[in-house]
Each structure stands twice: as C-alpha cells, then as structure tokens.
C-alpha cells in the first residue's frame, strides 16, 4: 500500500533553516509528483510547491519563492523540502502530499516544525 | 487570503443537505483547471473527498457530491451525519500550474 512517511517534528530558531524528508513505498516514486502543503495552526492548507518525481522538476509558491527547495533522491524514494530564514509564522505542521491527475491521493503525516527562540 | 474562497463556515442538523461553495475567477477555475476537495479531521492529514470536479474515490459515500460550473464549485452533502463534521478545503490550480487551496469551510453538525 502507498505511504507517505514524513521525518519527526524540529524545534528551530528564528533565522535558521530546517530540511524535511518524506519517503515514500509502495509505488514507483517516479511516477508521481510530490506536493509540499504546509498548516500553521488553526489555518487552511497553504501550498508551498511541488517537485516532479520523474524528472526532478520543481514549481515553487511565489511567497516562497527564495526560502524554498524541493528535492529528491529517487534512489531512496525520498522527497526533501528545505525552508531557509525560518520566521515565527513559519510554525506550523509541515505535509508532503503525492500528486495524482492533480488531485492529492495520499498525504504523509505531517512535520510539526516549530521556529522559536 | 485565499485566491480561492469559501464560506468559514456552514452548519446543519443530522439528515439535512449542505453545500459549500468555492469561487475562483478566469485565472484557475474558469480557465478550466478541475477542483478537488478534501476533508479534514481533527488532527489529522486531510482526505481526498472528491477529485475531478465531481468524482468520488472508492470508499467514499454517494452523500459526498461536486460541482462546477465556469469560475465556480460547490460540494453538497445530503444525509448529514455528526461524523461528517470536519473542515472541507477546495483545491484547483492557475495557469502557471501552481497549485491552489480555499481558506476551508469548518462543517457543524447541530
């Protein structure tokens, strides 16, 4: 069965960066693109952007834009999403989602990442 | 704010329909791109719920329906249920392919 399964919760100061993992099983990892969805609390989803598995293409959300980088390694079918100049409204719960026809048919569990000093 | 919007919240009492609309403009919606919807429980990941406008996955009840029509979307839900009560999002994409969610409808059940 497919699972999304997302790195443990960072406790990050303002400034700094943190890099989250999502790994991926029970598909071919290239097929399908990954989202990056993030939920600060008690607000809606925000898209950050999204990474082609095949060819490693990226699309990022203009608020982010500069602060954001999506990677893979698709020898360890593992998606990565880094967020530089860490801020305190960038607390929140952290989800990689994989992309379907455009559609989110599966969605890890999320990352709590919580950026205080 | 969300480019897509949705009411913050809808409520009704067991057995009665509700819709909940999504609005978007030429840009997203209307420039043809499909709308999804998810739903979300406390605590937990969101839940694919309808995808393709009006498709629902396996697993999911035939109470669960979409809609769109031009700039627009909507889902209804007939026969509510306590269980039903969640946040619902919509999502579609614009046309530099990034993707888009609504800012999410709290459902009540009364």
């Known amino acids: 069965q497919v699972q999304l399964v997302q790195s443990g919760a960072e406790v990050k100061k303002p400034g700094a960066s943190v890099k989250l993992s999502c790994k991926a099983s029970g598909y071919t990892f290239t097929t399908y693109a990954m989202h990056w969805v993030r939920q600060a609390p008690g607000q809606s989803l925000e898209w950050m952007g999204w990474i082609n598995g095949g060819n490693g293409n990226t699309k990022y959300s203009q608020k982010f834009q500069g602060r954001v980088t999506i990677t893979r390694d698709t020898s360890a079918s593992t998606a990565h999403m880094e967020l530089s100049s860490l801020i305190s409204e960038d607390t929140a719960v952290y989800y990689c989602a994989r992309v379907l026809a455009g559609e989110i048919d599966y969605w890890g569990q999320g990352t709590l990442v919580t950026v205080s000093s | 704010q969300s480019v897509l919007t949705q009411p913050p919240s809808v409520s009704g009492a067991p057995g009665q329909r509700v819709t909940i609309s999504c609005t978007g403009n030429s840009s997203n919606i209307g420039a043809g791109y499909d709308v999804h919807w998810y739903q979300q429980l406390p605590g937990t990941a969101p839940q694919l719920l309808i995808y393709g406008n009006s498709n629902r996955p396996s697993g999911v009840p035939d109470r669960f329906s979409g809609s769109k029509s031009g700039t627009s979307a909507s889902l209804a839900i007939t026969g509510l249920q306590a269980e039903d009560e969640a946040d619902y999002y919509c999502?579609?994409?614009?046309?530099?392919?990034?993707?888009?969610f609504g800012g999410g409808t709290k459902l009540t059940v009364l």
């Open positions: 999502q579609s994409y614009d046309t530099s392919l990034s993707a888009l």
